[in-house]
Every structure is written in structure tokens, then in C-alpha cells.
């Protein structure tokens, strides 16, 4: 098979890890405590391949930049990163796309601040673009266009970007503009050096291409956009579109027909999908997952809101109604993450005023704890992301968001705090850096640590990986816990002696903050 | 959609950009052409400027130098 076009990442991203979505996030991680390869071999095994080096499952947004060159009539295809070698000796251009080129996008920033050692995503991003074959290949006049939703960190790597020899960025929902790349590509043209699709220019939902192959572990957009308004978030700036439910079936169906017999519901908020305003659609979503689980043993959401859980099922015992579609005998759990984001109503106020909606924002850390109680009833576990270092954050508003941890104590969830990363509409603020942690912050992280500790054995045993089949990674990950769960008794013991204080006033010295990072 | 199209020489700063943004605020679409002795000082030339847009499409051509130095 002749490609004109390879499509293609490293291998953090062409993973389907082992069909558990959430291990994708210790790629975001350094190595600890593990050699390398054992840790890649947790998050991002090489996944499955047809004869011709294609993945079975392919990340959602590469199978989209297929699909669209595809359906323009490209010779264009996703191989994985061990197979290019023979296809970049005739291809013309090789497209990439990634979550996390240089682990600069919160958890893996976070990390990477905290134990000075790099994440696996951006050793492994590297390591990809150095390879002979590719190097060889660039050598040779291969155009290489860069994009996906970490495609904003090329501005902040420009060394990296003129090293690989980068030909065009693309940043933004990128199915519109990737067809005029790839035919000037092709062409011999010249290529922009940048692009940025604003709002103006993302496409329709008709405009939006089905997907031709499986997506890992089934992730499927049932919408684009939010309509909370989050400052903090890029996904609002896009105009909100909700994909009709024909349009959900056939991708449905491309996964169901490669065996794939679990699905993801991609969305901001699936709560919405469908909605009037923030007012659920209880009919919709009712078929909308009746449709899911007639082509999935088990499905997940990719996110939800706090305030849409609390609310769809005070008026309309939605999320009831929703797990009795789910349950069977293949699912008795769902996982879901969400942004919890602060427990500061002054911060809440200032930078995601719509979140609580439709509660008044005054009422968020309440809104937060009865939306847990309802997803603890229903065996829905949440990983909740909370942003620290957000512009103007005080230590009143650490002190809060600590006392609502408090009060999360006894809900199943992990509980991850992430550095604040400035995206969205406040794209021009500072980055937060370890030398501005605060002992409010410090406190948060332990808190968080424990509850996530303390859950996530939990949830390994009781939840996620039941069966002798997943006994090798269960045990993996038990084991890593407690590496994790003794490591925590140091650091604590650390903190209690007061080496914390001691350490903030060399901070400086020993910052060892990412090239990247500090130049930024 | 209104495009607008800018020409940065070797001489002018990321200045002529904002304020050719200025003279025509209902711009949605805005072409870049960025002279630079590489073509990746091109991007480094109007990075902030890059960074900080969110709400218009941006195309960046590099002018003048290596252009085929990718």
C-alpha cells in the first residue's frame, strides 16, 4: 500500500491502554519507582495491528484528519509509530497529532515541575520525531504538519520546532483546513509556517467527517463546545453543535464492526447533550444511550458537570434513569471525569461563573458535595481535576477549596489538583511554577493524595480491573499504590519536621524548572 | 468573513499588526506574510501576538530567508 499521507503519533498516544481510558493519564507521568519501559507498558501498550502496520483503534481526533483526507480523496491513513519506516520512504507528507507533545498541559506539567524529571508523553514525542527513519525521510522533502490540542505548545517550543523541521502548526478544530494543507502539500507549494482556526472557521456538524476506522476504546463525539463560558477552558471559545443521533450511530457502528464492544461519550458535558440552554433533554439522552448500549457492552462518559448531575436528577432523577439503562450484566460502574476546579465561591465567581448554573454560583461548594453523594449512590466514580494557581487565587481561597476536600472525604473519586496552565480566554496570564506553591497548596496536594490513595485502592480492587485476565496490570498497579502509599508516609514525615519552610527559602536553587517552562 | 492581510518587513515590530487589527476590527480571518532571516524566527517575531489571539483565524507565511529550511 502507497500512502501520500501518514498520519501518525508516538506511542503514549496510538495506545488503546488496555482498554482502560484512564490509564492514559499515568503517560502524563515520569517513571517512578519503575523502569520505563514497565511504566509505558501499563499506559500505553502497542496496541493490536493489521498487515499493513494500521492500529485496530486509533486516537478519536487522528481518525477525524483521516477521515477528512479520506473523503477528499487522499491516500492517507493512520500507521503506528513501529511501522513508518517503509511508508515515509515514498510518502509526502506526515501529519501528527498529540494531547501532549511537550508535557506542558496540566497533569503532566505538574509532575514534571514537582519530581524534575520528564513526563513519558514528551520523552516518548521525542524520541519519535529523532528516529532515523523519520530524520531520513524529512532529509528526503517530507513536508511534516503538526496539530491536535496540544498544538499551542509549538509556540512555546520553537527550537524543538525548527529542529524537527515542522513545516505547518495547526491549532484549532483542524477538518476544514487539513484538506488545503495536504493539497498544497502535495502540490509543492508553500505551506503557512501557522495556523490557527478561530471560531469562525470550525466546521458544521455536516461539515464534521464519520470516522473510517476504530477509535480507542471506542471514543465517540456526541457534540463540540460548551456553553458554560469557563475562562480558564479553550473548548468555549468553539460554538456549541450537537451531533444527531444517525450521525453518533454510524461511528457506533465502525467500532462495533472492527469487535470493539465498549464505548466513550465524548463531550464536555454529556448531561447537555441535546439541551435547551443548560436545561437537560432527559428523552434524548434516554435514547441517546439505549443507542450507545446496543452497540456497547459497557460505555463510559468522558465528562460531565457537578451542577448538571445535582440538577438533572433533582428535577428529572435523570442519573437514575441513565444507570438503569447502563446496568447490566456486562457494567455495574461508570467512570467519568469532571472539573471540580476550586471550592472558592470568589474565585468560582470571577473565572466560571456559569458552572453552578443553574444554582447561583454562592451555592458551588454545596452544589459539588450533592452531585458527589448522587454519583457515590449510582456507582459512578469521578477523577475530579481541581486547578491550583489560578490569577488572584488568596490563601482564604486554598483554605476553602481544602475544607471542601473535607467534605468530599467518604465520595468514591479520585481527586487530582493540576497546575494552573494558561489556555482559553486567559491564554496571556502567567504560568503557575513551583517556586509560587504556597503551604495552602501543600495542603491541598496532601489532601488530595490521600483521598486519591486511599479510593483508588478501591476502586483497583472493587471496580476497574475485576477478573484473572486483568491480574498482571492489577497487581502492577497494587503494587504501585503502595510504592505511592510509602512514599506519601516520607513526604508527609518530611513536611511534618518542617522541612517544607526550609525548603521554600532555597526554592530557588532548587526549582530545576523545565527549560521549556522557564523560558516561558 | 472579513480577511485582513499584513506584510511584516525585517523592520517593523508586532505593532503594525495590532494596529492593523485596529483599523479593521471586524477582520475574522488575518493573513500574516513575517520576514525573518529563518523561517522560524518568523514565529518567534510575533509569538505574544500568536499566544494571546483566541477568537480569529491566523495564517503565518514566513517572507524572505530560508524558506525551505524545514
Given at each position: 500500500?502507497?500512502?501520500d499521507?501518514?498520519?501518525?503519533?508516538?506511542?503514549?498516544?496510538?495506545?488503546n491502554?488496555?482498554?482502560?481510558?484512564?490509564?492514559?493519564?499515568?503517560?502524563?507521568?515520569?517513571?517512578?519507582?519503575?523502569?520505563?519501559r514497565?511504566?509505558?507498558?501499563?499506559?500505553?501498550?502497542?496496541?493490536?495491528?493489521?498487515?499493513?502496520g494500521?492500529?485496530?483503534?486509533?486516537p478519536?481526533?487522528?481518525?477525524?484528519i483521516e477521515?477528512?483526507?479520506?473523503?477528499?480523496?487522499?491516500?492517507?491513513?493512520?500507521?503506528?509509530?513501529?511501522?513508518?519506516?517503509?511508508y515515509?520512504?515514498?510518502?509526502?507528507?506526515?501529519?501528527?497529532?498529540?494531547?501532549?507533545y511537550?508535557?506542558?498541559?496540566?497533569?503532566?506539567?505538574?509532575?514534571?515541575?514537582?519530581?524534575g524529571?520528564?513526563p513519558?508523553?514528551?520523552?516518548?514525542?521525542i524520541?519519535?520525531?529523532?528516529?532515523?527513519?523519520v530524520r531520513?525521510?524529512?532529509?528526503?522533502?517530507?513536508?511534516?504538519?503538526?496539530?491536535?490540542?496540544?498544538?499551542?505548545?509549538?509556540?512555546?517550543n520553537?527550537?524543538?520546532?525548527?529542529?524537527?523541521?515542522?513545516?505547518?502548526?495547526?491549532d484549532?478544530?483542524?477538518?476544514?483546513?487539513?484538506v488545503?494543507?495536504?493539497?498544497?502539500?502535495?502540490?509543492?507549494?508553500?505551506l503557512?509556517?501557522?495556523?490557527?482556526?478561530?471560531?469562525?472557521?470550525?466546521?458544521?456538524?455536516?461539515e464534521?467527517?464519520?470516522i473510517?476506522?476504530?477509535?480507542?476504546?471506542?471514543?465517540?463525539?456526541?457534540?463540540?463546545?460548551?456553553?458554560?463560558?469557563?475562562?480558564?477552558?479553550?473548548?468555549?471559545?468553539?460554538?456549541?453543535?450537537y451531533?444527531?443521533?444517525?450521525?453518533?450511530?454510524?461511528?457506533?457502528?465502525?467500532?462495533?464492526?472492527?469487535?470493539?464492544?465498549k464505548?466513550?461519550?465524548?463531550?464536555?458535558?454529556v448531561?447537555?447533550?441535546?439541551?435547551?440552554?443548560?436545561e437537560?433533554?432527559?428523552?434524548?439522552?434516554l435514547?441517546?444511550?439505549?443507542?450507545?448500549?446496543?452497540y456497547?457492552?459497557?460505555?463510559?462518559?468522558?465528562?460531565?458537570?457537578?451542577?448538571?448531575?445535582?440538577?438533572?436528577?433533582?428535577?428529572?432523577?435523570?442519573?437514575?434513569?441513565?444507570t438503569?439503562?447502563?446496568?447490566?450484566?456486562?457494567?455495574?460502574h461508570?467512570?467519568?471525569?469532571?472539573?471540580?476546579?476550586?471550592?472558592?465561591?470568589?474565585?468560582?465567581k470571577?473565572?466560571?461563573?456559569a458552572?453552578?448554573?443553574?444554582?447561583?454560583?454562592?451555592?458551588?461548594?454545596?452544589?459539588?458535595e450533592?452531585?458527589m453523594?448522587?454519583?457515590?449512590d449510582?456507582?459512578i466514580?469521578?477523577?475530579?481535576?481541581l486547578i491550583?494557581?489560578?490569577?488572584?487565587?488568596?490563601?482564604?481561597?486554598?483554605?476553602?477549596?481544602?475544607?471542601?476536600?473535607?467534605?468530599?472525604?467518604?465520595?468514591?473519586?479520585?481527586?487530582?489538583?493540576?497546575?494552573f496552565?494558561?489556555?482559553?480566554?486567559?491564554?496571556?496570564?502567567?504560568?503557575?511554577?513551583?517556586?509560587?506553591?504556597?503551604?495552602?497548596?501543600?495542603?491541598?496536594?496532601?489532601?488530595c493524595?490521600?483521598?486519591s490513595?486511599?479510593?483508588?485502592?478501591?476502586?483497583?480492587?472493587s471496580?476497574?480491573?475485576?477478573?484473572?485476565?486483568n491480574?498482571?496490570l492489577?497487581?502492577?498497579?497494587k503494587?504501585?499504590?503502595?510504592?505511592i502509599?510509602r512514599?506519601?508516609v516520607?513526604?508527609?514525615?518530611?513536611?511534618?519536621?518542617?522541612?517544607?519552610?526550609?525548603?521554600?527559602?532555597?526554592?530557588e536553587?532548587?526549582?530545576?524548572?523545565?527549560?521549556?517552562?522557564?523560558?516561558? | 468573513?472579513?480577511?485582513?492581510?499584513?506584510e511584516l518587513?525585517?523592520?517593523?515590530?508586532?505593532?503594525?499588526?495590532?494596529?492593523?487589527?485596529?483599523?479593521?476590527?471586524?477582520?475574522?480571518?488575518?493573513?500574516?506574510?513575517?520576514?525573518?532571516?529563518?523561517?522560524?524566527r518568523?514565529?518567534?517575531?510575533?509569538?505574544?501576538?500568536?499566544?494571546?489571539?483566541?477568537?480569529?483565524?491566523i495564517?503565518?507565511?514566513?517572507?524572505?530567508g530560508?524558506?525551505?529550511?524545514?
Amino acid at each position: 500500500m502507497k500512502l501520500d499521507i501518514v498520519i501518525t503519533s508516538d506511542r503514549t498516544m496510538i495506545t488503546n491502554h488496555h482498554g482502560r481510558e484512564f490509564l492514559g493519564f499515568v503517560a502524563t507521568g515520569p517513571p517512578i519507582g519503575m523502569p520505563e519501559r514497565l511504566w509505558l507498558w501499563i499506559c500505553a501498550p502497542k496496541p493490536k495491528v493489521d498487515k499493513l502496520g494500521r492500529p485496530l483503534e486509533a486516537p478519536y481526533g487522528l481518525r477525524k484528519i483521516e477521515a477528512a483526507l479520506v473523503d477528499a480523496g487522499f491516500h492517507a491513513a493512520i500507521i503506528d509509530p513501529d511501522h513508518l519506516g517503509s511508508y515515509l520512504r515514498r510518502a509526502k507528507v506526515l501529519m501528527i497529532g498529540h494531547h501532549d507533545y511537550f508535557a506542558m498541559a496540566s497533569p503532566s506539567i505538574e509532575w514534571w515541575l514537582l519530581t524534575g524529571s520528564e513526563p513519558v508523553n514528551r520523552r516518548s514525542f521525542i524520541r519519535l520525531m529523532k528516529r532515523p527513519e523519520v530524520r531520513e525521510a524529512k532529509r528526503k522533502g517530507l513536508r511534516v504538519i503538526v496539530g491536535g490540542p496540544a498544538a499551542w505548545q509549538w509556540l512555546w517550543n520553537t527550537d524543538y520546532w525548527r529542529e524537527f523541521g515542522v513545516d505547518t502548526v495547526v491549532d484549532g478544530e483542524a477538518e476544514k483546513v487539513v484538506v488545503e494543507l495536504a493539497t498544497k502539500a502535495l502540490n509543492g507549494e508553500e505551506l503557512p509556517l501557522y495556523v490557527y482556526a478561530g471560531p469562525d472557521d470550525v466546521p458544521s456538524i455536516e461539515e464534521i467527517p464519520e470516522i473510517k476506522g476504530a477509535s480507542v476504546n471506542g471514543l465517540v463525539e456526541i457534540m463540540r463546545g460548551c456553553p458554560r463560558g469557563c475562562r480558564f477552558c479553550p473548548v468555549t471559545l468553539r460554538p456549541l453543535r450537537y451531533y444527531p443521533l444517525d450521525k453518533i450511530e454510524r461511528e457506533l457502528r465502525v467500532n462495533a464492526n472492527a469487535g470493539l464492544d465498549k464505548c466513550v461519550l465524548h463531550s464536555e458535558d454529556v448531561l447537555i447533550y441535546g439541551a435547551r440552554g443548560l436545561e437537560p433533554n432527559p428523552d434524548v439522552l434516554l435514547k441517546l444511550h439505549t443507542l450507545a448500549k446496543k452497540y456497547c457492552k459497557t460505555l463510559a462518559w468522558s465528562h460531565v458537570t457537578l451542577a448538571e448531575v445535582k440538577y438533572s436528577q433533582e428535577k428529572y432523577k435523570l442519573i437514575t434513569k441513565l444507570t438503569e439503562v447502563i446496568y447490566d450484566e456486562h457494567q455495574q460502574h461508570l467512570g467519568v471525569q469532571i472539573g471540580l476546579e476550586t471550592g472558592s465561591v470568589n474565585l468560582a465567581k470571577e473565572f466560571m461563573p456559569a458552572k453552578a448554573a443553574p444554582y447561583p454560583i454562592e451555592m458551588w461548594p454545596q452544589v459539588v458535595e450533592d452531585a458527589m453523594a448522587i454519583l457515590h449512590d449510582h456507582r459512578i466514580v469521578p477523577a475530579l481535576t481541581l486547578i491550583l494557581g489560578l490569577p488572584s487565587e488568596t490563601e482564604d481561597d486554598l483554605a476553602q477549596t481544602a475544607e471542601l476536600l473535607d467534605r468530599l472525604r467518604d465520595y468514591r473519586s479520585l481527586i487530582v489538583p493540576m497546575f494552573f496552565v494558561p489556555l482559553g480566554a486567559l491564554r496571556d496570564r502567567g504560568w503557575f511554577l513551583r517556586e509560587h506553591l504556597k503551604d495552602g497548596h501543600i495542603e491541598i496536594m496532601r489532601r488530595c493524595l490521600w483521598h486519591s490513595l486511599k479510593w483508588a485502592e478501591d476502586i483497583v480492587s472493587s471496580f476497574y480491573l475485576k477478573g484473572a485476565r486483568n491480574a498482571p496490570l492489577r497487581w502492577s498497579l497494587k503494587l504501585f499504590l503502595a510504592y505511592i502509599r510509602r512514599k506519601a508516609v516520607e513526604v508527609e514525615k518530611w513536611l511534618n519536621e518542617g522541612e517544607w519552610e526550609s525548603a521554600k527559602e532555597r526554592v530557588e536553587e532548587i526549582a530545576a524548572l523545565p527549560p521549556v517552562v522557564a523560558r516561558a | 468573513m472579513s480577511d485582513l492581510v499584513v506584510e511584516l518587513d525585517a523592520s517593523d515590530g508586532v505593532e503594525k499588526l495590532v494596529e492593523a487589527l485596529r483599523s479593521k476590527p471586524s477582520a475574522r480571518k488575518i493573513t500574516v506574510y513575517v520576514a525573518a532571516d529563518d523561517r522560524f524566527r518568523s514565529i518567534e517575531r510575533i509569538k505574544e501576538f500568536l499566544v494571546n489571539n483566541v477568537s480569529r483565524t491566523i495564517v503565518v507565511y514566513a517572507k524572505g530567508g530560508d524558506q525551505r529550511e524545514a
